[in-house]
């Protein structure tokens, strides 16, 4: 064999070789795909969108079925129907879907009458020109489209902490400076004071599912289901359903969820900022973090927790004010592995920043 035919095999090996590594084909240092990163130890979820991705199909069905098990499952009395009554004793759903491929989105607010929020989200996105659809047209929509409903919201267990807080004045609640006539209402305007209902944050009384799967094509899809803050605002709409705020994603840098008091998070829409700055080389870490602060530095008593997740799998998140986990499945894994991120109030008070660590 001549030299030159050697010379070219060699150039061609390694020409293969760095073309293996570029796409992270061999590289020990990158995660195998598919992946599935959700908000929460919403394990049964988290399998059932894993099982539907694994198993070769779309990263958007992927997250439409973790979503919709969380709403069968009634994740933490949050998600889906019979949890989280507005002031009028409804339970209402907010959903949003997004396609990182084609930076599709699909969504429904106050949603009544019908369960399945991420299913609706779906045929907003796949079968309208509209990104959001609310209140009760979005219903109307949904079962025109073959959604089960209409159907009551509420359970037992929403109706009997409804009257707990009605006989307890209306109190916490999220209005503020106002009078009530009466303990519960109609209530008017108070110029120049400060009179609050006392709503306070906990991930009891409101939280999010918000769901990322990359699929083995590369693509990227998010998903968010919940049905809002307990004892809300009739027609509050929060960041669940809002692309950017509580998911965004983009397959060709990563995705982002986010969890927490969403009125205030989504004045900042952190999940469309942490995407961004990972486009211009920021580590998922530094971006969850960095998004965190920004939050913090306007509003410090806000509670709250994002994860991010890069092109390449590498996931990391950042909280303020709780303890926040948030759950992966990939192919190392023998079972969904939950991560644990706490604020670090020291390095916080030094440094003026905010960090996190996992677990």
Known sequence: MSTSTNDLRFALFFFALSCSLALGGESSNTVKFPLVVSTWPFLEAVKAAWNVVDGGLSALDAVEEGCSTCEELRCDGTVGPGGSPDENGETTIDAMIMNGSTMEVGAVAGMRYVSNGIKAARLV????EHTLLVGEQASIFAISMGVPGPQNLSSDESIRKWLSWKGSNCKPNFRKNVVPADGCGPYRPVCGADTRGGGKFDRLSHDTISMAVFDRMGSIAVGTSTNGATFKVPGRVGDGPIAGSAAYADSEVGACGATG?????????????????????????????????????????????????????????????????????????????VFTVRPQINVEVRNNSLMGFHE
């Open 125 to 128: 996105m796949e079968h309208t």
């Open 261 to 337: 008091d969403g009125d205030i998070m989504m004045r900042f829409l952190p999940c469309y900022q942490v995407v961004e700055s990972m486009r211009i080389g920021m580590e998922p870490k530094t971006a969850a973090e960095d998004v965190i602060r920004r939050i913090r530095r306007k509003y410090p008593d806000f509670v709250g927790a994002v994860f991010a997740v890069d092109r390449s799998g590498v996931h990391a998140g950042a909280s303020h004010r709780w303890d926040f986990q948030y759950a992966v499945m990939s192919p190392e894994m023998d079972d969904v592995q």
